[in-house]
């Protein structure tokens, strides 16, 4: 672990468990590293999990934007940064790239997070919890900077229902951001037999509890979710060809 002028990073690889079937880094496991990351830069600056709950503050993912700039092979030797890009408004914005041990931009992504009361769940304004104010912020702009939105199509069809069973949930107990990615690429097999996984931008609406069902509706490469009539998720795939 190194933090650099605000950035912090990590040495991975690629592990048999992370690969798809094309022997490449799949998008789920993309996202369980920069889901770790954030939390061990956290650690770093001294707000690890247990302070913030114990404050009665905890982040929760709003959004998410990838791209990926190359297939990142199974094996492969990787460096992942991440940093504050700051606060606007209730947005904490954290973005990210995966790099090549030649120093080449294989992947980079932004996320927006809010912070919450781990019971009501409301948010918490920034300004109301002084130590994340003083997280350094960098001035590296990546995508959307962690603030997204994706229209619904008006004529999407319903492809299924999916329940939220206890292998899905997490210890905020619900639905893990990583498995949204796991549950769309099941959807879009037919396409990843011939291509790739170039763009993937989530927006999490609604949190789905362990038990609970969402409804899935698609129009061709986007997807949205409902939980009893409530916005769930909504999200957009972009492919390129193998």
């Known amino acids: ?7 912090f990073s990590e040495e991975i690889s690629v592990k ?3 690969s798809d079937m094309f022997r490449e880094m799949s998008l789920p496991a993309l996202m369980r590293y920069l889901q770790e990351i954030a939390g061990h830069h956290l650690t770093h600056l001294g707000l690890p999990f247990e302070k913030l709950y114990a404050d009665r503050a905890v982040f929760l993912l709003s959004c998410m934007d990838i791209h990926i700039y190359k297939p990142i092979p199974l094996w492969q030797e990787l460096l992942l940064e991440t940093w504050s890009y700051g606060i606007k408004g209730a947005t904490f914005t954290r973005n990210n790239r995966i790099k090549t041990q030649k120093g080449e931009i294989a992947a980079e ?5 809010f912070l919450v009361d781990p019971e009501s769940h409301h948010i918490i ?8 104010q003083a997280i350094p912020s960098v001035d590296i702009p990546v995508l959307s900077n962690g603030h997204l939105r ?3 199509p008006d004529s999407a069809q319903k492809v299924c229902d999916r329940k939220v069973v206890f292998s899905d949930a997490d210890y905020n107990r619900h639905l893990n951001n990583t498995k949204y990615a796991e549950i769309l690429t099941d959807l879009c097999t037919q396409e990843l037999e011939t291509s790739r996984i170039k763009n993937f931008r989530i927006v999490y609406a609604g949190e789905a509890k362990c038990g609970e069902t969402i409804e899935i509706f698609r129009q061709g490469n986007c997807f949205f979710g409902t939980k009893n009539q409530e916005r769930c998720f909504e999200a957009e795939i972009e492919f390129e060809k193998r």
Not at 109 to 113: D, N, P, R, T, V
């Open 1 to 7: 672990m190194i933090e650099q002028s605000g950035v």
């Open 16 to 18: 048999s468990y992370d």
């Open 109 to 113: 992504a932004s996320a927006g997070w």
């Open 125 to 132: 304004r920034p300004k109301s919890y002084a130590p994340i």
């Open 150 to 152: 994706i229209a619904r």
